[in-house]
């Protein structure tokens, strides 16, 4: 990956550009790194509990300390944090099978659900969706409306923090918070949830210090640090994940049974090195940002707009610079540097999906990484990057990529 001087000189001026907001971002690391330090140290970690458990996993002491961990973090009664869970995805599938019961309705007020929600909620018709059981979808979108009939007859709320592929900017937790205030004025009982996938110790607060009653996500994204192998967290109020646990093993044992496998260290280490690593992420985000705003393309967000995710969106416009950027991330990375990527179906997205993820752990996008869907208006969606300067190099070879094949 060899860059031409004029290449990185505009990187250098780019670079310079952003000294304050990098210095802002820094801020928020030490606070949320402070949060972390003092959830391990009311946790009463030890090294013992590193060991490993297998078969039912009763009594695992290495489980409860990692879940205390998430609890403290996120200031909430209770949390389930488990490799049993495999993605974000299962996560919230996990959430709404043991929240809701048939007849009641899933409320969406941040409008469509990422694409993988849909398979969950029966928009697009697979096995074993909520709708088989009766379940009902409903959604609006908070930014343009607010429908307070609908939320009268929800019985779940959720709230998608990120703008998953809609090119919309993410929700702020401020925002997030406002939504949740003026959701509790038209129903109080309603159990709000949050997907908090993308968005985690970006800023120094998280949902569920707004309000939120359940708050979930992946562990190979942020929380993981690009240390953990896999796992996703459910954390909130215990009257709400009683329901969920039933759902993650057997009604009856909930909680009380899985193994850690030996992932405890990997669990712990990922999440204690996770603030620093998101700092990196949301910086070499601000670069490509601005990067690629400097040449013409738009960009949400923008580099100067606060953020509430690690998730670039570059609107390239057409499929080949779509394919060209995605390849020249894809040769930017440690792993699997040389492979040819092309648009191909994936397990739970309704559009063919091109994907550059040359990452040590199998779809982790807190690694370097950039997806999109082939439709209009061909956005990549970057995000990631455990240093910075390989999301800045990266960002600057897909740049004169671009210019080479394109002249841009």
Request: net charge negative.
């Given at each position: 990956?060899?860059?031409?001087?004029?290449?990185?000189?505009?990187?250098?001026?780019?670079?310079?550009?952003?000294?304050?907001?990098?210095?802002?971002?820094?801020?928020?690391?030490?606070?949320?790194?402070?949060?972390?330090?003092?959830?391990?140290?009311?946790?009463?970690?030890?090294?013992?509990?590193?060991?490993?458990?297998?078969?039912?996993?009763?009594?695992?002491?290495?489980?409860?300390?990692?879940?205390?961990?998430?609890?403290?973090?996120?200031?909430?009664?209770?949390?389930?944090?488990?490799?049993?869970?495999?993605?974000?995805?299962?996560?919230?599938?996990?959430?709404?099978?043991?929240?809701?019961?048939?007849?009641?309705?899933?409320?969406?007020?941040?409008?469509?659900?990422?694409?993988?929600?849909?398979?969950?909620?029966?928009?697009?018709?697979?096995?074993?969706?909520?709708?088989?059981?009766?379940?009902?979808?409903?959604?609006?979108?908070?930014?343009?409306?607010?429908?307070?009939?609908?939320?009268?007859?929800?019985?779940?709320?959720?709230?998608?923090?990120?703008?998953?592929?809609?090119?919309?900017?993410?929700?702020?937790?401020?925002?997030?918070?406002?939504?949740?205030?003026?959701?509790?004025?038209?129903?109080?009982?309603?159990?709000?949830?949050?997907?908090?996938?993308?968005?985690?110790?970006v800023e120094a607060v998280e949902p569920a210090d707004v309000g939120a009653d359940v708050v979930i996500g992946s562990l190979i994204k942020n929380m993981?640090?690009?240390?953990?192998?896999?796992?996703?967290?459910?954390?909130?109020?215990?009257?709400?994940?009683?329901?969920?646990?039933?759902?993650?093993?057997?009604?009856?044992?909930?909680?009380?049974?899985?193994?850690?496998?030996?992932?405890?260290?990997?669990?712990?280490?990922?999440?204690?090195?996770?603030?620093?690593?998101?700092?990196?992420?949301?910086?070499?985000?601000?670069?490509?940002?601005?990067?690629?705003e400097e040449f013409g393309f738009e960009v949400k967000p923008r580099f100067n707009e606060k953020r509430s995710d690690i998730v670039q969106a570059i609107k390239l416009g057409t499929p080949d610079m779509l394919i060209a950027f995605a390849q020249a991330i894809q040769?930017?990375?440690?792993?699997?540097?040389?492979?040819?990527?092309?648009?191909?179906?994936?397990?739970?997205?309704?559009?063919?999906?091109?994907?550059?993820?040359?990452?040590?752990?199998?779809?982790?996008?807190?690694?370097?990484?950039?997806?999109?869907?082939?439709?209009?208006?061909?956005?990549?969606?970057?995000?990631?990057?455990?240093?910075?300067?390989?999301?800045?190099?990266?960002?600057?070879?897909?740049?004169?990529?671009?210019?080479?094949?394109?002249?841009?």
């Open positions: 990956m060899k860059l031409s001087n004029e290449i990185l000189s505009i990187g250098e001026n780019i670079e310079n550009e952003l000294t304050d907001f990098f210095k802002e971002i820094d801020k928020v690391r030490e606070k949320n790194f402070v949060k972390v330090l003092e959830a391990f140290q009311k946790s009463s970690v030890h090294d013992v509990d590193f060991r490993d458990t297998s078969g039912y996993g009763y009594n695992d002491p290495g489980r409860g300390k990692v879940e205390k961990v998430y609890a403290e973090i996120f200031k909430t009664e209770a949390s389930i944090v488990r490799p049993q869970i495999v993605s974000g995805t299962h996560a919230i599938s996990t959430a709404l099978f043991g929240l809701l019961r048939p007849g009641n309705l899933l409320l969406y007020i941040t409008g469509e659900p990422y694409e993988t929600g849909e398979g969950i909620i029966g928009i697009r018709k697979v096995e074993g969706s909520l709708a088989e059981y009766g379940i009902n979808f409903d959604k609006f979108d908070i930014r343009e409306e607010f429908d307070r009939e609908k939320i009268k007859r929800a019985s779940v709320i959720t709230i998608q923090r990120s703008g998953g592929y809609s090119f919309k900017k993410s929700l702020t937790v401020e925002e997030i918070g406002e939504a949740i205030r003026r959701v509790r004025e038209v129903k109080s009982e309603a159990c709000i949830m949050v997907d908090n996938c993308y968005g985690e110790f993981g640090g690009g240390i953990t192998p896999t796992g996703g967290y459910i954390v909130g109020q215990e009257k709400y994940i009683r329901k969920i646990e039933a759902m993650l093993t057997a009604p009856g044992v909930g909680r009380e049974i899985g193994p850690m496998l030996g992932l405890t260290r990997l669990f712990l280490q990922g999440v204690f090195y996770a603030p620093l690593v998101v700092s990196n992420a949301l910086k070499g985000a601000l670069f490509a940002s601005r990067l690629f040769s930017a990375s440690p792993v699997d540097s040389d492979a040819e990527i092309e648009p191909s179906p994936l397990a739970g997205y309704g559009n063919k999906i091109l994907m550059a993820a040359g990452t040590f752990v199998q779809g982790s996008s807190i690694e370097l990484s950039a997806d999109a869907p082939m439709k209009e208006p061909y956005v990549a969606y970057l995000q990631g990057g455990i240093y910075y300067e390989h999301s800045k190099l990266a960002a600057l070879h897909a740049l004169e990529i671009l210019k080479k094949k394109f002249g841009i």
